[in-house]
């Protein structure tokens, strides 16, 4: 007798032998070898070892010992041919010696194809995720053989669901009608009642309308039963076969499976001939909202147990899977946003050939006994329909080779169908499955001996391992997609699961769950057993769809405060034409909100401008000091130097002395740096606050915003405060030329390059706009001939109320909370620094109401301020995926679904593009009065732009483009990008007035 001994580690030693260890890939011979106790792992070793065994002469005695538990366990799942026990024990899974034969009939070396080793399984799951593509693309799906078809469930339960709904659960011979009460009364509950009603051959095989006709009795049955006829229902239709989905209550079937064969259905929307049959009766009603398989209402049963679930999985008397899967790798859909579940229907992989060499004779015999031919391969490889007529077909061959029952073959083995999957999931059972085996095969007319009824065991494992082995293929397929859509290093998920075979086969599950751990091992996988996921599922697809439409309704409710049409906006340009007419005239000047400042800036660049300016830009908590070098002739162009200081808080909220101190030490750091301390230039004073001019060289300061609160300023000329400063240092003196504001200098910035440039808009932190008006309607400044800068500071639109009608509650909210209150309304609309802030109220308003991050506020998202303004333009980024949006709000604390993501998305969008089209009601507003200014019927004028928001954001620029456009029709506006207006601009304005001046002092 040989005795084959392992260690747990892949070697083996053979009393009265030389040592032997199992080394090399399966494909090489067991060779001899001293054995070091090297590793190997025990299921690869176990592979070598087998021809050697299988080799051994017939009844050869061979003893196997395990000193390791797991190994024994490979060994005992493993082992080679017919095995006879000596013991009493039987050869099943476990960590104990076993004392075997190996007998001629050698079962495993008789089905060595169907024994699938973890590479072909891994190239199986390759292969699937091939066909799963295909089925996505929209060139490739009609060919593909996995359709992967859209089920228009784009959400899974979030346990917030309630109400009452009805289910129809049609999937096989039996039709079950169910009434799902679903209460979410602080804790989620979900009670049923159903009745099971039959479906005879004669129905399966006979008309569509015979087929929905007694669908349609069978509900009413239901109804009158319970005493709900009366009642109209909303209704989820289970329909357990091959459909493709245009809507959620739209589903064409493609093809019967499972034995139906009702004529004039296919090619047809179930949904409407049930509605049909139900119509026809007329004596009750119901709301059919939404129609689903089998596999998707299984993910969402389990759903509402487990958040984390996004998965389905069947495998009973057929097979299939779905999952949620992005939207923008779904080509058969319209839409990038979001998810959507994905019925694989998989039983048909390998329909195109993919499988062939995976496939054996005795798949191909069961293909063509099928009813379809050709068609659900896979399914046919792993299904309860078909596992016990393989079991059967390959126990019939192996008799006519005179391997088992004696070479015996009774009409029962013979006839088709009568060796059940319900007899391999008994068989394979530890305990009592040899006394099942010999009943069974007894029953079928046999008299089978001990080594038959091990044999016949035998053959059911390496069937039934065989399945669970090719499902977790495709499963690993489906969860690495999920992983790659996610972008995470580890996924952890949870598969919901339903099935007979799953159910009742004592090793499927076990075999399943491990395979997939082996395939995938970086996913944390939870198996979730569903509970009626065909009834129930199809009443929590039906409680989604009724709660997403609920809170949709109240979120647009909400959101549609910020759309506006084309009316409003003609309204909100009229208003502003009122109130730059108010800010002009002399007698309204002072009332005016809109405060039209002239800035005595009289021209524009001509292009024969020279020279080395200064200027300083103060417009934020950073500020910056340039030279500024501007050539005219061949050499024509701007080159500049800059250096950026930071302005502290304690500064910006301090004394006006300690502010342009600061200033002053900055400039004196800045000419020393250029090597030009002691050089007088001209300068231009970029003061981006609302100031009022009496002068070019002359501003007064009207107010501060943008947070600064230095004291001893407002009121006063900064130019005088810069120049006492200055004076105080001792060190230099400057020629301060002009004093402007950003939007003055974005403006000359893009004159310089575009002499059609009159106007200036920045959109940004802040936002204004300016414009070349013509003097005699400048009634602040004496003289009729020419033409004058005009600073709107249009942030203040709105401050007299005339914008109220237009402002949400949310408006309100961030004015109220502002450090100026009722100051800068039509800003606080638009500009960069309050969109965030708006945002974040409407997201705090849907959180309490349950709309939204499953009614629960992080405590991040009550800090104000912390949804930044720069996260609109990365949410609406269009090449930003969901899983992206999601990582942001993670930043900020908040743990979001898919679905709050697509959400947050949506919130962002109403508010930036209503910021982007009252900010084109107002520039349209300025364009069309310059066109009136001029007696023009048209005009083509350009508009410098600067600023964040217009420049970062994906769709601003695009929206407040196609306003003005749609609000001043008779006016062809092109927007001009400025380079570094508030810095270029005042060296610009600066050179022009140094132009003038020597022209005049000519």
Same mark, same amino acid.
């Given at each position: !007798? *040989?005795?084959?001994?392992?260690?747990?580690?892949?070697?083996? $030693?053979? =009393? &009265?032998?030389?040592?032997?260890?199992? @080394? /090399?890939?399966?494909?090489?011979?067991?060779?001899?070898?001293?054995?070091?106790?090297?590793?190997?792992?025990?299921?690869?070793?176990?592979?070598?070892?087998?021809?050697?065994?299988?080799?051994?002469?017939?009844?050869?005695?061979?003893?196997?010992?395990?000193?390791?538990?797991?190994?024994?366990?490979?060994?005992?799942?493993?082992?080679?041919?017919?095995?006879?026990?000596?013991?009493?024990?039987?050869?099943?899974?476990?960590?104990?010696?076993?004392?075997?034969?190996?007998?001629?009939?050698?079962?495993?070396?008789?089905?060595?194809?169907?024994?699938?080793?973890?590479?072909?399984?891994?190239?199986?799951?390759?292969?699937?995720?091939?066909?799963?593509?295909?089925?996505?693309?929209?060139?490739?799906?009609?060919?593909?053989?996995?359709? !992967? *078809?859209?089920?228009?469930?784009?959400?899974?339960?979030?346990? $917030?669901? =309630? &109400?009452?709904?009805?289910?129809?659960? @049609? /999937?096989?011979?039996?039709?079950?009608?169910?009434?799902?009460?679903?209460?979410?009364?602080?804790?989620?509950?979900?009670?049923?009642?159903?009745?099971?009603?039959?479906?005879?051959?004669?129905?399966?095989?006979?008309?569509?309308?015979?087929?929905?006709?007694?669908?349609?009795?069978?509900?009413?049955?239901?109804?009158?039963?319970?005493?709900?006829?009366?009642?109209?229902?909303?209704?989820?239709?289970?329909?357990?076969?091959?459909?493709?989905?245009?809507?959620?209550?739209?589903?064409?079937?493609?093809?019967?499976?499972?034995?139906?064969?009702?004529?004039?259905?296919?090619?047809?929307?179930?949904?409407?001939?049930?509605?049909?049959?139900?119509?026809?009766?007329?004596?009750?009603?119901?709301?059919?909202?939404?129609?689903?398989?089998?596999?998707?209402?299984?993910?969402?049963?389990?759903?509402?147990?487990?958040?984390?679930?996004?998965?389905?999985?069947?495998?009973?008397? /057929?097979?299939?899977?779905?999952?949620?899967?992005?939207?923008?790798?779904?080509?058969?859909?319209?839409?990038?946003?979001?998810?959507?579940?994905?019925?694989?229907?998989?039983?048909?992989?390998?329909?195109?050939?993919?499988?062939?060499?995976?496939?054996?004779?005795?798949?191909?015999?069961?293909?063509?006994?099928?009813?379809?031919?050709?068609?659900?391969?896979?399914?046919?490889?792993?299904?309860?329909?078909?596992?016990?007529?393989?079991?059967?077909?390959?126990?019939?061959?192996?008799?006519?080779?005179?391997?088992?029952?004696?070479?015996?073959?009774?009409?029962?083995?013979?006839?088709?169908?009568?060796?059940?999957?319900?007899?391999?999931?008994?068989?394979?059972?530890?305990?009592?499955?040899?006394?099942?085996?010999?009943?069974?095969?007894?029953?079928?007319?046999?008299?089978?001996?001990?080594?038959?009824?091990?044999?016949?065991?035998?053959?059911?494992?390496?069937?039934?391992?065989?399945?669970?082995?090719?499902?977790?293929?495709?499963?690993?397929?489906?969860?690495?997609?999920?992983?790659?859509?996610?972008?995470?290093?580890?996924?952890?998920?949870?598969?919901?699961?339903?099935?007979?075979?799953?159910?009742?086969?004592?090793?499927?599950?076990?075999?399943?769950?491990?395979?997939?751990?082996?395939?995938?091992?970086?996913?944390?996988?939870?198996?979730?057993?569903?509970?009626?996921?065909?009834?129930?599922?199809?009443?929590?697809?039906?409680?989604?769809?009724?709660?997403?439409?609920?809170?949709?309704?109240?979120?647009?409710?909400?959101?549609?405060?910020?759309?506006?049409?084309?009316?409003?906006?003609?309204?909100?340009?009229?208003?502003?034409?009122?109130?730059?007419?108010?800010?002009?005239?002399?007698?309204?000047?002072?009332?005016?909100?809109?405060?039209?400042?002239?800035?005595?800036?009289?021209?524009?660049?001509?292009?024969?401008?020279?020279?080395?300016?200064?200027?300083?830009?103060?417009?934020?908590?950073?500020?910056?000091?340039?030279?500024?070098?501007?050539?005219?002739?061949?050499?024509?162009?701007?080159?500049?130097?800059?250096?950026?200081?930071?302005?502290?808080?304690?500064?910006?909220?301090?004394?006006?002395?300690?502010?342009?101190?600061?200033?002053?030490?900055?400039?004196?750091?800045?000419?020393?740096?250029?090597?030009?301390?002691?050089?007088?230039?001209?300068?231009?004073?970029?003061?981006?606050?609302?100031?009022?001019?009496?002068?070019?060289?002359?501003?007064?300061?009207?107010?501060?915003?943008?947070?600064?609160?230095?004291?001893?300023?407002?009121?006063?000329?900064?130019?005088?405060?810069?120049?006492?400063?200055?004076?105080?240092?001792?060190?230099?003196?400057?020629?301060?030329?002009?004093?402007?504001?950003?939007?003055?200098?974005?403006?000359?910035?893009?004159?310089?390059?575009?002499?059609?440039?009159?106007?200036?808009?920045?959109?940004?932190?802040?936002?204004?706009?300016?414009?070349?008006?013509?003097?005699?309607?400048?009634?602040?400044?004496?003289?009729?001939?020419?033409?004058?800068?005009?600073?709107?500071?249009?942030?203040?639109?709105?401050?007299?109320?005339?914008?109220?009608?237009?402002?949400?509650?949310?408006?309100?909210?961030?004015?109220?909370?502002?450090?100026?209150?009722?100051?800068?309304?039509?800003?606080?609309?638009?500009?960069?620094?309050?969109?965030?802030?708006?945002?974040?109220?409407?997201?705090?308003?849907?959180?309490?109401?349950?709309?939204?991050?499953?009614?629960?506020?992080?405590?991040?998202?009550?800090?104000?301020?912390?949804?930044?303004?720069?996260?609109?333009?990365?949410?609406?980024?269009?090449?930003?995926?969901?899983?992206?949006?999601?990582?942001?709000?993670?930043?900020?604390?908040?743990?979001?679904?898919?679905?709050?993501?697509?959400?947050?998305?949506?919130?962002?969008?109403?508010?930036?593009?209503?910021?982007?089209?009252?900010?084109?009601?107002?520039?349209?507003?300025?364009?069309?009065?310059?066109?009136?200014?001029?007696?023009?019927?048209?005009?083509?004028?350009?508009?410098?732009?600067?600023?964040?928001?217009?420049?970062?954001?994906?769709?601003?620029?695009?929206?407040?483009?196609?306003?003005?456009?749609?609000?001043?029709?008779?006016?062809?506006?092109?927007?001009?990008?400025?380079?570094?207006?508030?810095?270029?601009?005042?060296?610009?304005?600066?050179?022009?007035?140094?132009?003038?001046?020597?022209?005049?002092?000519?």
């Amino acid at each position: !007798m *040989l005795t084959v001994v392992t260690d747990g580690w892949g070697c083996w $030693t053979m =009393k &009265g032998q030389p040592h032997w260890s199992a @080394l /090399g890939p399966r494909d090489q011979s067991f060779e001899a070898q001293p054995c070091w106790g090297l590793w190997q792992p025990p299921r690869s070793a176990l592979r070598i070892i087998e021809p050697w065994i299988a080799a051994l002469p017939p009844h050869q005695e061979v003893q196997l010992e395990d000193r390791h538990e797991a190994t024994g366990a490979h060994l005992g799942y493993y082992k080679m041919g017919h095995l006879t026990p000596v013991d009493s024990e039987i050869p099943e899974l476990g960590g104990r010696g076993r004392s075997l034969i190996c007998g001629g009939v050698e079962v495993d070396k008789y089905l060595y194809h169907m024994r699938l080793s973890d590479e072909t399984l891994l190239e199986v799951s390759n292969r699937f995720r091939k066909e799963m593509e295909k089925g996505l693309g929209r060139d490739t799906n009609p060919t593909a053989s996995v359709k !992967m *078809l859209p089920t228009f469930v784009c959400s899974t339960p979030d346990g $917030t669901e =309630k &109400g009452d709904f009805l289910a129809l659960d @049609l /999937g096989g011979t039996n039709f079950r009608v169910l009434y799902v009460k679903v209460s979410d009364n602080g804790k989620q509950k979900v009670e049923m009642q159903n009745q099971i009603y039959a479906i005879p051959e004669n129905l399966m095989r006979g008309s569509g309308s015979q087929l929905f006709d007694h669908i349609a009795e069978c509900l009413a049955n239901f109804l009158e039963k319970l005493e709900i006829k009366d009642k109209k229902l909303p209704l989820g239709f289970t329909f357990s076969f091959p459909c493709q989905q245009n809507k959620l209550d739209e589903s064409i079937l493609l093809t019967w499976t499972k034995g139906f064969k009702a004529s004039g259905v296919e090619g047809r929307d179930v949904v409407g001939l049930l509605r049909k049959a139900i119509r026809k009766r007329g004596d009750f009603d119901i709301d059919v909202v939404a129609v689903v398989n089998d596999t998707v209402g299984t993910m969402m049963t389990c759903g509402y147990d487990d958040h984390n679930c996004e998965v389905g999985l069947i495998i009973g008397t /057929g097979t299939n899977a779905c999952y949620m899967e992005e939207m923008r790798h779904i080509d058969l859909v319209e839409g990038d946003e979001g998810r959507m579940c994905i019925n694989m229907e998989w039983g048909a992989f390998g329909d195109d050939g993919v499988l062939d060499d995976v496939r054996t004779e005795f798949d191909r015999e069961i293909d063509m006994g099928s009813l379809n031919p050709g068609k659900q391969l896979f399914e046919k490889m792993i299904s309860g329909m078909y596992m016990g007529e393989l079991v059967r077909l390959i126990m019939v061959k192996m008799a006519k080779e005179d391997l088992l029952f004696g070479g015996k073959i009774t009409p029962n083995l013979l006839t088709t169908g009568h060796f059940e999957t319900r007899f391999v999931s008994a068989i394979e059972k530890d305990k009592e499955g040899l006394e099942k085996a010999n009943e069974v095969l007894s029953k079928l007319g046999l008299d089978p001996s001990h080594e038959d009824c091990l044999a016949t065991q035998r053959i059911c494992q390496i069937v039934s391992e065989r399945a669970a082995k090719l499902c977790a293929a495709t499963l690993a397929g489906v969860l690495r997609q999920i992983k790659e859509n996610k972008a995470v290093d580890r996924l952890r998920t949870t598969v919901g699961v339903d099935g007979s075979v799953y159910k009742k086969h004592p090793q499927f599950a076990r075999r399943l769950h491990k395979m997939v751990r082996r395939l995938v091992p970086d996913c944390d996988v939870r198996f979730l057993r569903s509970e009626d996921g065909s009834g129930k599922g199809a009443a929590m697809v039906t409680a989604v769809a009724y709660r997403l439409a609920s809170q949709q309704a109240e979120r647009q409710t909400t959101l549609d405060m910020f759309r506006l049409n084309k009316e409003q906006l003609l309204e909100i340009k009229r208003r502003m034409q009122v109130e730059m007419e108010r800010g002009l005239k002399k007698e309204t000047h002072s009332s005016a909100t809109v405060k039209m400042l002239p800035t005595y800036v009289r021209s524009t660049p001509d292009g024969t401008e020279k020279g080395d300016f200064l200027a300083l830009d103060l417009g934020g908590t950073n500020f910056r000091v340039l030279l500024v070098r501007v050539r005219n002739g061949m050499r024509r162009g701007v080159e500049m130097h800059n250096k950026i200081y930071s302005i502290p808080a304690e500064v910006m909220q301090g004394t006006g002395e300690e502010l342009f101190d600061h200033i002053v030490h900055c400039i004196s750091d800045f000419l020393e740096y250029m090597g030009m301390k002691g050089v007088s230039l001209p300068m231009g004073f970029t003061f981006s606050f609302p100031c009022h001019q009496n002068n070019l060289d002359e501003g007064i300061l009207l107010k501060w915003t943008k947070g600064f609160k230095a004291t001893g300023c407002e009121g006063e000329d900064v130019v005088t405060l810069l120049k006492e400063a200055i004076h105080r240092r001792e060190e230099f003196d400057l020629d301060v030329v002009a004093v402007v504001n950003d939007t003055v200098g974005t403006m000359m910035t893009c004159g310089y390059e575009d002499p059609y440039c009159e106007v200036g808009l920045i959109v940004g932190t802040g936002s204004n706009a300016c414009y070349m008006e013509e003097m005699r309607n400048v009634d602040l400044v004496s003289g009729e001939e020419g033409r004058m800068c005009i600073n709107m500071e249009w942030g203040a639109f709105g401050d007299n109320g005339c914008l109220d009608d237009f402002r949400t509650p949310f408006d309100k909210s961030v004015d109220d909370l502002s450090l100026n209150p009722g100051k800068q309304r039509y800003e606080k609309m638009i500009s960069g620094m309050y969109l965030g802030e708006i945002v974040r109220n409407i997201l705090i308003d849907f959180t309490k109401r349950g709309l939204l991050f499953r009614g629960r506020i992080s405590e991040r998202l009550k800090t104000r301020s912390i949804f930044e303004t720069k996260f609109l333009s990365q949410i609406e980024s269009d090449r930003l995926a969901l899983r992206q949006v999601r990582s942001i709000l993670q930043h900020l604390g908040l743990d979001s679904t898919c679905d709050d993501s697509i959400i947050v998305k949506e919130v962002c969008t109403a508010v930036a593009r209503r910021a982007a089209q009252l900010c084109g009601a107002g520039l349209a507003a300025v364009v069309d009065r310059i066109r009136e200014n001029r007696g023009l019927d048209f005009l083509k004028i350009t508009v410098g732009v600067d600023g964040t928001l217009y420049k970062l954001h994906p769709h601003f620029a695009t929206v407040l483009h196609q306003t003005v456009q749609d609000l001043a029709p008779n006016c062809s506006v092109t927007f001009l990008q400025s380079e570094d207006g508030s810095g270029k601009g005042a060296a610009l304005i600066t050179a022009v007035a140094c132009r003038i001046r020597e022209a005049g002092q000519r």
